[in-house]
């Protein structure tokens, strides 16, 4: 089956740092690998995808990494505002079935 | 477009009562998405449709719960008869055919008592 984790459940980041945020998966069959962002009562909404046969796309303040070697993706944020304060889940497609991983909840301080 | 639309959100019940959530998702859409939200076990992923067709159905508990979308334009997710270990927040979400973007509805909040 289907394993979407991340390495870890809390991120206290200062505001203007830069936040890396980390996840690991298990199927290598995966079509996208996919952030989202969830903020306090209300649903996830998308950030930033990576098709499986890259390992790098950019977008607005955020860089998604993919490691396939070793079934590890990235998120970095740059310039962490207080907006950014939220759970971050990975999530993986396989024929159009969208899986979320555990999420990690970012924190950032004033 | 008014997103995705959930309701109710909250609802309240007794154990043993049936609960139907329902959704409506975004025009256009073919992917359909019901997940269930908990501290313990995350966003799980109980049911999926493509084009009103239930796909994988492998994420949704035990028999006591259901998903029908009769049209493209309406599901609903039922628990019958509902358990106070079904106390959640459900999700619906809805996507384009093969799309990794998918919209959330603003969830229902589940309590069984």
């Known amino acids: 089956g289907e394993s979407v984790g991340l390495h870890l459940p809390t991120l206290s980041v200062q505001e203007g740092d830069n936040s890396i945020i980390n996840c690991a998966y298990s199927n290598s069959a995966s079509d996208y690998f996919i952030w989202y962002k969830q903020e306090s009562g209300k649903g996830p909404q998308f950030i930033i995808d990576i098709r499986s046969n890259m390992d790098k796309r950019q977008g607005q303040r955020v860089t998604v990494l993919l490691n396939k070697t070793v079934k590890h993706l990235s998120l970095q944020i740059a310039a962490t505002q207080p907006g950014d304060s939220a759970v971050y889940f990975c999530a993986t497609t396989n024929d159009y079935k969208l899986s979320f991983g555990a999420g990690t909840t970012v924190t950032v301080r004033a | 477009d008014a997103g995705v639309i959930q309701s109710p959100r909250h609802e309240v019940t007794e154990m043993g009562q049936e609960v139907t959530l329902r959704c409506k998702p975004i025009?256009?859409?073919?992917?359909l998405f019901w997940y269930r939200q908990t501290m313990m076990r995350g966003l799980e992923l109980l049911i999926y449709?493509?084009?009103?067709?239930?796909?994988?159905d492998s994420g949704m508990p035990e028999d006591r719960f259901s998903a029908k979308m009769p049209n493209a334009s309406f599901s609903t997710l039922k628990i019958q008869p509902s358990e106070p270990r079904d106390s959640a927040v459900y999700f619906c979400?809805?996507?384009?055919?093969?799309?990794?973007?998918?919209?959330f509805g603003q969830g229902t909040r589940l309590t069984v008592v």
């Open positions: 025009s256009g859409h073919n992917s």
């Open positions: 449709f493509n084009n009103n067709v239930p796909i994988d």
């Open positions: 979400a809805s996507s384009k055919q093969g799309g990794t973007e998918a919209f």
